[in-house]
């Protein structure tokens, strides 16, 4: 017999949803029942979903300036609110959790009208637009980066970290081992769907620019575009430079525990799972980033010391070639920021995001769950 329902609400990009399954797999060891309420852009992600059920709600942004687009997306999501509704008369989940996107609009909505108690979770150092809008009616905000107090919102604000994957955690068991002058020395680059194009652009031009002696020491890994996946292969090719580039690498977390350096863009996930593996990063945060969330992500692990923060729009590859060529003859330097990465981990997260949605499941406020964990 379970403890109870708890129903995970989130949608739209594996960035939203990878958080919430990682709390769903937590939750369900606790012996809680988990349901899911999404829309279709996520169905593709939920197949493998730890959920007793998942419930298609419909949603809709409120992205567009036309009016007739603004008033036919309030009817979407007034439907999904409606919808919504239904599913949580039927199921009676003890708590309603939000994972941030506008298909958490609908449940989340639903369940503070019906006086259900609710959290969200907040990945990145900025709050997003749909959580704002939540902000003001859930119970408690957990936080990825999100400071605790610092605002109204800060209130009712715990920072539990970023939930990240099994094949994370089992990373985070390798040690960091700078290199000396003249071993191998890794280099990772990875951009994202949205953010490798520069790197596939900037970085072999600037490996092109070092001395030969640590082109030889070299070995990087590459995630590209599929498009520009032949032309960076190439390019490594003819500096005698050993890479593997591809759009795609299943073995991600094992790659970023083998790394010495890693360089890359600064989303939630990302700057999460750099800091718990504890790996020295260089992070370029994409520059058209929704309300320059990757900005700050990015700057909560330079303050700890883990990683230094560079714009694109500074970036050349004599920069670049700079920066990676320094640090290869530094191993004093990338030992200290790994260890700094890994002091702003939290590896522990989804167990915190768990205790926190216990608390306010079993009616406590934030102040009663600060107390218990005083």
Excluded: C
Aim: net charge positive; no cysteine; glycine share 10%.
């Amino acid at each position: 017999m379970s403890r109870g329902v708890i129903l995970l609400a989130a949608g739209g990009t594996g960035g939203h949803l990878f958080p919430a399954e990682a709390l769903a797999h937590e939750l369900i060891e606790r012996g809680w029942e988990v349901h899911l309420a999404t829309d279709r852009r996520a169905e593709r992600y939920s197949g493998h979903f730890p959920a007793a059920d998942i419930h298609s709600i419909p949603s809709a942004t409120l992205g567009s300036k036309n009016p007739i687009a603004m008033l036919s997306a309030f009817w979407t999501i007034w439907q999904g609110v409606r919808q919504a509704g239904r599913v949580i008369a039927r199921i009676k989940p003890d708590a309603v959790v939000g994972f941030g996107g506008y298909p958490t609009l609908p449940p989340l909505y639903a369940a503070t009208r019906r006086k259900v108690p609710t959290l969200i979770h907040e990945q990145n150092a900025v709050m997003g637009r749909a959580n704002k809008a939540l902000a003001s009616r859930v119970d408690a905000i957990a936080g990825g980066f999100l400071a605790e107090g610092e605002s109204v919102a800060g209130a009712k604000t715990v920072t539990t970290g970023n939930p990240v994957r099994p094949q994370v955690l089992e990373a985070a068991k390798i040690s960091y081992t700078a290199p000396t002058d003249g071993e191998p020395f890794r280099l990772l680059v990875f951009g994202g769907s949205q953010g490798a194009q520069f790197f596939s652009d900037a970085v072999p031009a600037a490996i092109a620019l070092l001395p030969e002696a640590q082109r030889k020491r070299l070995a990087i890994t590459q995630q590209a575009r599929a498009e520009d996946v032949a032309r960076v292969k190439a390019a490594y090719a003819n500096l005698g430079v050993d890479a593997q580039v591809s759009p795609f690498f299943t073995d991600m977390a094992a790659r970023m525990a083998s790394a010495h350096l890693v360089m890359s863009r600064s989303g939630a996930s990302t700057v999460s799972e750099i800091a718990v593996i504890g790996r020295p990063a260089l992070l370029v945060p994409y520059p058209h980033a929704l309300d320059h969330d990757q900005a700050a992500n990015a700057a909560a692990l330079a303050a700890a010391g883990g990683a230094e923060v560079h714009p694109q729009s500074t970036l050349s590859p004599e920069g670049i070639a700079a920066l990676v060529g320094g640090l290869m003859g530094n191993p004093d330097r990338l030992t200290a920021m790994a260890t700094a990465a890994r002091s702003a981990g939290k590896p522990n997260a989804a167990r915190l995001l768990a205790d926190l949605t216990e608390a306010i499941a079993s009616g406590k406020t934030v102040l009663d769950y600060r107390r218990t964990r005083a």
